[in-house]
C-alpha cells in the first residue's frame, strides 16, 4: 500500500537550517507529483512547496520563497525539503503529500496521500 514516511525535523534556533525527507513506498514514485504541506499549532494546514516528477519544477509559498528549496531523488524514491534560515513562524508539523495529477497544485484536496508529519520546533 501507499507510505509516506517524513524524517529530520528537529528543534532548531532562529536561521538554523534542517533537511526534511519523505521516503515513498507502494506506488511508483517518480511518476507522481509531490507536495510539502504544514501545519502550526492551532493553525490551519499550510501548502509549502511542490515538485514536479522529475525534479525539475518547483513551486513554493511566499512564506518560504527564497529558503526553503524542494528536491527529489527518484532513484531512491525520496523527496527533501532544505529549510534555511528558519523562522520561529516555521515551527509547525510538516508532511509530504503525493499529488492525484500532475501539476504544482497547492490545494490539499489536490493530494490523496500523507504521512505521519515530523515536526519542526523552535529551540530559543
Known amino acids: 500500500q501507499v507510505q509516506l514516511v517524513e524524517s529530520g525535523g528537529g528543534l532548531v534556533q532562529p536561521g538554523g537550517s534542517l533537511r526534511l525527507s519523505c521516503a515513498a513506498s507502494g506506488f511508483t514514485f517518480s511518476s507522481y507529483y509531490m507536495s510539502w504541506v504544514r501545519q502550526a499549532p492551532g493553525k490551519g494546514p499550510e501548502w509549502v512547496s511542490a515538485i514536479n516528477t522529475g525534479g525539475g519544477s518547483t513551486r513554493y509559498a511566499d512564506s518560504v520563497k527564497g529558503r526553503f528549496t524542494i528536491s527529489r531523488d527518484n532513484a531512491k524514491n525520496i523527496m527533501y525539503l532544505q529549510m534555511n534560515n528558519l523562522k520561529p513562524e516555521d515551527t509547525a508539523l510538516y508532511y509530504c503529500?503525493?499529488?492525484?495529477?500532475?501539476?504544482?497544485?497547492?490545494?490539499?484536496?489536490?493530494?490523496?496521500?500523507w504521512g505521519q508529519g515530523t515536526q519542526v520546533a523552535d529551540s530559543s
Open positions: 503529500g503525493r499529488a492525484r495529477e500532475e501539476g504544482l497544485r497547492n490545494a490539499l484536496i489536490e493530494y490523496d496521500y
